[in-house]
């Protein structure tokens, strides 16, 4: 069975700081770029943040270049994504998405909530 279970979603105040965590389970991780996009109610789904299988290629919105790191441990079929310096226009549901390299196949899990206001 397919699992993509996102975690470490909060509320936090502007200019703080979340690790949220996608822990992947039923599938080879190791072929599979992982993505994270987020939504919020009303706008579509948009990309923020895409690594490789082996880690060595990453690529971020620009919205969030410079405050957001993804990195992926492929010992614990794990991706995270940090977030500093948090802000307001951050707030969404921030889902996990696995794209397989060898095909069309992907994967979402089910969103973790990221709320940033004071």
């Known amino acids: 069975q397919v699992r993509l279970v996102e975690s470490g979603g909060g509320l936090v105040q502007p200019g703080g700081s979340l690790r949220l965590s996608c822990a992947a389970s039923?599938?080879?991780?190791?072929?599979?770029?992982i993505h994270w996009y987020r939504q919020t109610p009303g706008k579509e789904r948009e990309l923020v943040a895409g690594?490789?299988?082996?880690?060595?290629?990453?690529s971020y919105a620009e919205s969030v270049k410079s405050r957001f790191t993804i990195s992926r441990d492929n010992d614990k079929n794990t991706v995270y994504l940090q977030m500093n310096s948090l802000k307001p226009e951050d707030t969404a549901v921030y889902y996990c998405?696995?794209?397989?390299?060898?095909?069309?196949?992907?994967?979402w899990g089910q969103g973790t909530q990221v709320t940033v206001s004071s």
């Open positions: 998405n696995a794209l397989s390299i060898r095909s069309s196949t992907q994967y």
């Open positions: 690594i490789s299988p082996a880690g060595g290629t990453r």
């Open positions: 039923g599938f080879t991780f190791t072929l599979y770029n």
